[in-house]
């Protein structure tokens, strides 16, 4: 029996042990790593993470097995263990790609979290392993969380400019990876110079960027930031250092994302990114 001692905080809940399916330390560490590259699973604590990988099942796909049917009830949320697998929706009776699923990645979340039919159809492209996460331990250490932190940055997200051309569904997930950050006003967000691995936009609160224009002299004001406002984006789309320092005017909140983070979840965005970082020359030239 599973000691009510170590459980005591969900037991008191309700009544839910969680399952524990028997894996090896190899399998146990290798979910491990592969749920700290989910987002879904972030805001986790160890204990919990304990909880979620003890009940996760093994499950085996083969070149084109189907994972999940759009319209089906769910039961349980994916995580790659290995292979590649597509996913697909039937919109208006025609059946449209949207995207490939690779190993750390996290599927069949909607229907859990929602309580709705698939909203999509997955398909295996190769042998792949993946674990699956049942609905009841799903609804006590997961659910919770990623309702709260999705629903608390909802209307941020509608009103952040550069996000506006996303997918909802991709926006929603942004929150998932989203990690608040806080400054005190006069403190630096980024050094000029420095090496870089954050994204930032600004939650509530103003910063400005100033930059060493002329070697020798103090860096001067070149850009005001303000809520909706992105700033960090260079150093992870050129490989550079940074290029700015940005120090908060007040006191300053900021969601962040890592460089990781970043690439998968706004990759598509990278060609405005570059368009908007081509204003950057100009406001220098002026400085000249
Ligand atoms: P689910 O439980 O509904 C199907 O089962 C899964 O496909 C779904 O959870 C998501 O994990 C995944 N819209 C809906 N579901 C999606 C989408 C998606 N992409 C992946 N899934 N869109 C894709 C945006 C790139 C929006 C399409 C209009």
């Known amino acids: 029996a599973v000691s009510a001692e170590v459980y005591g905080s969900w037991n008191k ?30 805001a986790l604590d160890e204990k919990e993470k304990e909880i979620v990988v003890n009940a996760m099942d093994e499950r085996v796909f083969q070149n084109n097995d189907t994972v999940i049917r759009q319209g089906d009830d769910g039961n349980e949320l994916y995580v790659v263990d290995s292979g590649t697998l597509k996913c697909y929706k039937n919109i208006h009776g025609e059946n449209k790609y949207l995207k490939d699923y690779f190993p750390g990645e996290a599927f069949g979340e909607l229907a859990l979290l929602y309580n709705a039919p698939r909203a999509a159809t997955i398909l295996a492209v190769n042998d792949c392993v993946l674990w699956s996460l049942d609905r009841e ?18 209307a941020f997200l509608s009103r952040v400019e550069i996000l506006e051309s996303m997918d909802p569904y991709e ?6 990876a989203f990690i608040s950050v806080n400054y005190e006003e006069g403190e630096h967000v980024i050094r000029e110079g420095e090496a870089g691995d954050v994204f930032y936009i600004i939650e509530e609160g103003s910063a400005v960027a100033t930059k060493t224009i002329v070697k020798g002299r103090a860096p001067e004001e070149v850009k005001q930031y303000g809520p909706g406002d992105y700033f960090g984006e260079l150093a992870l789309i050129r490989n550079e250092p940074r290029a700015a320092n940005v120090i908060a005017t007040s006191r300053l909140r900021c969601v962040s994302l890592d460089r990781h983070s970043f690439k998968r979840m706004l990759g598509p965005l990278e060609e405005i990114l570059k368009r908007n970082a081509k204003l950057y020359e100009d406001i220098i030239a002026q400085k000249r």
């Open 13 to 42: 809940k309700e009544d839910f042990v969680p399952r524990i399916i028997e894996k090896t330390p190899e399998q146990k560490s290798r979910i491990f790593e592969r749920l700290s590259h989910s987002f879904m699973f972030s």
């Open 137 to 154: 331990c799903f609804n006590h250490i997961v659910k919770g969380s990623a309702i709260r932190k999705r629903e608390r940055y909802e």
């Open 171 to 176: 926006r929603s997930q942004l929150a998932d």
